[in-house]
């Protein structure tokens, strides 16, 4: 009975270690935080799932199912409004002014601040993946937003704009050639799979000589014109037709606006006295711009703006009581504040966006490597093709075409800054491990979308319009459709399964 009595509690003890030991599991069917081995024998890869870096939604998967999911896409279809007034109201009236302020062209102010400005979830997303998820550069993330950044919003400016806008030679070379480069550093350093400190600071100084470029850009170009005119006469030619440029929109004291003509015309390059455009163009129709600019709290005439507008309202008060409207005049020189607020509220809004759009993706059962190529590359990087859209509409073809590659150089070089950070203060004993997978693959790939997006422009006369639209839209598609079919394995020996699953 004594024997009985203790086998008894052996198998009462023994259960209780078991439930205790399964409790401390994840649940069936999570991923495991950390990523599992890959099969050494037949090159198989474990992707962890996107929704794994977002919290848990608001609805299981069975209600989701069940009609949640239309919760989701209300979600995003409101992000996007969001995204779209804070950068025609904000974001665009404070670049346009500090543009004017430091005198920039076009060029250069899309290049810099607009994609700073706009590439603002990006950085966020690099600091999350380094500190917080700590994720890793996969091939979805660097192809799938630098595919979209070149062909998507270049197709979206191009198909969604009723203006024909002029490009320049120098700016897309300066541009795609800073792009390469950067390409170029952070492949080599993650090649090893290890970031150091010294590596992240390099980062920092390619992009701090791409700065200091687009500060001596007039001379420059000068200087290439002189050098290469006489045995490119393309070259010459195009920059010819630069002669129409247009011009930015500034300040008067009594607070009224005018027409600065600051472009490569007036700036040296071309030494003619006639030629300036006219044109009264700007980002926001700032002539309107003074004591008597209308309120944002107006109601709108037409039936269907006013369904927008009470729908926008929420945001509209959020954005009032938060960021001052430097169109008015009496927030004019806090621009620098609406800069950095309307930036914040991008990252914030493209992070509920791309929440919203992972958990519907996952929903729906879509690969997460597709996901990664396709709804999170577009998600993440919309607030750059709004921006680039809201301008060439307004015939600024260079400033769309400097923020759509001037994107992507920020958000390769300024990885540099989470890395830095991180092996120079927080953990100076260890560096950052990233994955390397697929290097060949991604800079093959990488190159070939410069070379075709340059040529693209040329061929098409260095015209921003609907049939360059169309081109650079069949080149996303095309590339996307091969990168999918790579990562799902159907071309190539790059077998991808989820991780856990």
Not at 380 to 396: E, F, N, W, Y
Request: aromatic share 12%; with cysteine; glycine share 8%.
């Amino acid at each position: 009975m004594q024997t009985e009595g203790g086998q008894r509690w052996a198998r009462r003890a023994l259960l209780l270690g078991i439930l205790w030991a399964a409790a401390r599991l994840p649940p069936l069917g999570a991923s495991l935080p950390q990523r599992l081995p890959r099969a050494t024998g037949n090159s198989t890869h474990c992707v962890m799932s996107p929704s794994l870096e977002f919290p848990e939604g608001f609805f299981t998967k069975q209600e989701r199912m069940d009609g949640g999911i239309v919760i989701y896409f209300l979600i995003i279809l409101y992000m996007f409004m969001a995204l779209s007034i804070v950068c025609d109201e904000y974001f665009l009236p404070s670049l346009e002014i500090i543009s004017e302020s430091l005198g920039l062209s076009q060029d250069v102010a899309g290049a810099t601040f607009m994609a700073a400005g706009s590439s603002a979830p990006e950085l966020v997303t690099a600091f999350l993946g380094v500190f917080i998820t700590k994720g890793d550069i996969g091939i979805s993330t660097i192809l799938g937003s630098a595919m979209y950044n070149l062909f998507g919003i270049c197709a979206a400016c191009g198909l969604l704009s009723n203006a024909v806008s002029t490009l320049s030679c120098w700016p897309l070379f300066r541009d795609c050639a800073a792009y390469a480069i950067s390409i170029a550093a952070v492949l080599g350093i993650i090649f090893d799979n290890q970031v150091y400190w010294y590596e992240g600071t390099l980062l920092l100084l390619i992009y701090g000589l791409y700065v200091l470029v687009l500060c001596f850009d007039i001379k420059i170009n000068q200087y290439i014109i002189k050098k290469f005119s006489p045995c490119c006469t393309c070259l010459a030619e195009a920059m010819e037709e630069r002669t129409e440029q247009k011009p930015l929109m500034g300040w008067e004291d009594e607070g009224q606006p005018f027409i600065r003509r600051q472009s490569r015309t007036d700036s040296g390059i071309f030494h003619e006295e006639s030629g300036h455009s006219q044109l009264p163009l700007s980002l926001h129709d700032l002539s309107q711009v003074s004591e008597d600019s209308p309120s944002v709290f107006n109601m709108p005439e037409a039936d269907l703006k006013r369904i927008f507008w009470v729908l926008s309202l929420p945001i509209i008060t959020l954005l009032f009581l938060t960021t001052p409207d430097c169109r008015r005049k009496f927030w004019k020189n806090y621009f620098v504040i609406t800069f950095f607020m309307s930036a914040l509220w991008i990252s914030a809004f493209t992070y509920i966006l791309v929440w919203m759009v992972t958990i519907t993706g996952e929903t729906l059962e879509i690969p997460d490597t597709v996901m990664g190529l396709t709804l999170l590359a577009a998600g993440t990087s919309l607030p750059d093709t709004i921006a680039s859209v809201l301008v060439a509409r307004k015939g600024k073809g260079d400033m769309a075409m400097s923020n759509i590659v001037g994107s992507n150089v920020f958000d390769m070089l300024c990885l540099g800054v989470p890395w830095f950070i991180k092996t120079a203060f927080i953990n100076t004993s260890a560096p950052v491990e990233v994955n390397s997978r697929g290097l060949t693959y991604i800079t093959i790939t990488l190159n070939i979308s410069i070379i075709f997006l340059f040529s693209a422009v040329h061929f098409n006369g260095w015209k921003l319009d609907r049939k360059l639209g169309v081109v650079c839209l069949l080149l996303y598609l095309g590339i996307a459709t091969l990168s999918v079919l790579y990562e799902l394995g159907i071309i190539g020996n790059n077998k991808i399964r989820g991780c856990g699953g």
